[in-house]
T-cell receptor, first 120, second 113 residues
């Protein structure tokens, strides 16, 4: 069975601080996808990034960066110079591969989420 | 623009009543999913469908049912609502061909009294 663990339930930082959200996953699949979603106070779920299990390159998008390490089954998310607008719940999720058809349409297993509060 | 909508956005009902939550997407996606979000549990999969007439149970399917009669809609029915089903419900869809990431609807907040 798949499992995603986000050990940090809540994090509170002051604006401009860097913050890292941890995500550890468990799966028996050799092919899988990892995701991060953001849920702002308005409640919608916003897709941030997808990573496949064969691509361990770190990715940077503006103030956001992601560190994928298969050796430790981790997919951590760092926000540099945090801003008040980054305050949200962040979810890490795992998608299994759907047989020979690949991960298309596969179900997501979510972590419990990390509530990030950025204070001015 | 293509989108995924849910209705109603808020619903209050009583224990034992049947409730149906609507999900409609105009992406023409084959895959549709229903999740519920509860504090301390993240999002958990209720039911999913990979196409018309296809439905599958997810992690927390007891007390829920779905049917898929067309590509655009996947209504979620609570046969006899229970207080434990008070939650926020999210519908999502993805493309079979290209869709690895799922696109989520705005959510429905359901309260069962």
């Amino acid at each position: 069975a798949q499992k995603v663990t986000q050990a940090q339930t809540e994090i509170s930082v002051v604006e401009k601080e860097d913050v890292t959200l941890d995500c550890v996953y468990e799966t028996r699949d050799t092919t899988y996808y990892l995701f991060w979603y953001k849920q702002p106070p308005s409640g919608e779920l916003v897709f941030l990034i997808r990573r496949n299990s064969f691509d361990e390159q770190n990715e940077i998008s503006g103030r956001y960066s992601w560190n994928f390490q298969k050796s430790t089954s981790s997919f951590n998310f760092t926000i540099t110079a945090s801003q008040v607008v980054d305050s949200a719940v962040y979810f890490c999720a795992l998608s299994e591969a759907r047989g020979s058809l690949g991960p298309s349409g596969s179900r997501l297993t979510f972590g419990e989420g990390t509530q990030l509060t950025v204070n001015p | 623009d293509a989108e995924i909508t849910q209705s109603p956005r808020h619903k209050i009902t009583e224990t034992g009543r049947q409730v149906t939550l609507a999900c409609h997407q105009t992406w023409n996606h084959n895959n549709m999913f229903w999740y519920r979000q509860d504090l301390g549990h993240g999002l958990r999969l209720i039911h999913y469908s990979y196409g018309v007439q296809d439905t599958n149970k997810g992690e927390v399917s007891d007390g829920y049912s779905v049917s898929r009669s067309n590509t655009e809609d996947l209504p979620l029915t609570l046969e006899s609502a229970a207080s434990s089903q008070t939650s926020v419900y999210f519908c999502a869809s993805s493309s079979f061909l290209t869709g690895i990431e799922q696109f989520f609807g705005p959510g429905t907040r359901l309260t069962v009294l």
